[in-house]
């Protein structure tokens, strides 16, 4: 049986990009992505629970998206998932869990970017693809672009599995 990893997110910027580049002048770019979901209590009550995405771009896509999104812009990202391991400071062994973006589409009127130089960004326009290309991809492209470097060892906030309604 073939296995599938692949993840579809709308969310919001949580803060602005940050781009890095590896020691070989590759660009990574790592995207705060907030996802919220409503729900109602037993009690009546309506309920927001926001969940944090950490993101990953890579090469040209990374660069773009440094250079076009701000914090509170709607994004739509595909990709899959991927656990990475480091050893902190301190010696201890530490994991994250991330999505490695294949593509990655400016979604919303650019809110505080639209001063920047956004023609490349244009929303009609689609999104860009991992290959660093200017237009949208609809998938089918299996090359994810994930260079083995290490770029970081940000921790981001472990989900309560308490907080899980989810029946299955």
């Not at 890095?20 to 629970?49: F, H, M, S």
Request: charged residues 20%; contains cysteine.
């Amino acid at each position: 049986m073939a296995s599938l990893n692949r993840v579809h997110l709308i969310g919001n910027l949580g803060q602005d990009p940050e781009l890095r580049y590896t020691p070989n002048q590759v660009a990574v770019c790592t995207l705060n992505i907030a996802t919220t979901e409503y729900r109602t209590k037993e009690d009546g009550q309506r309920e927001e629970q926001t969940t944090w995405h950490r993101v990953v771009v890579w090469n040209k896509q990374a660069e773009n998206c440094s250079k076009y999104l701000t914090k509170g812009r709607p994004v739509y990202v595909e990709g899959k998932l991927q656990t990475r391991q480091w050893d902190d400071k301190t010696g201890n062994r530490r994991y994250t869990t991330e999505i490695v973006a294949q593509n990655i589409q400016f979604l919303g009127s650019g809110g505080a970017s639209a001063g920047r130089d956004n023609q490349a960004a244009n929303p009609n326009a689609g999104g860009y693809n991992q290959q660093g290309g200017g237009s949208a991809t609809t998938g089918n492209n299996n090359n994810y672009g994930t260079p083995s470097a290490s770029f970081g060892s940000q921790d981001m906030p472990v989900m309560d599995p308490s907080l899980d309604d989810i029946p299955f």
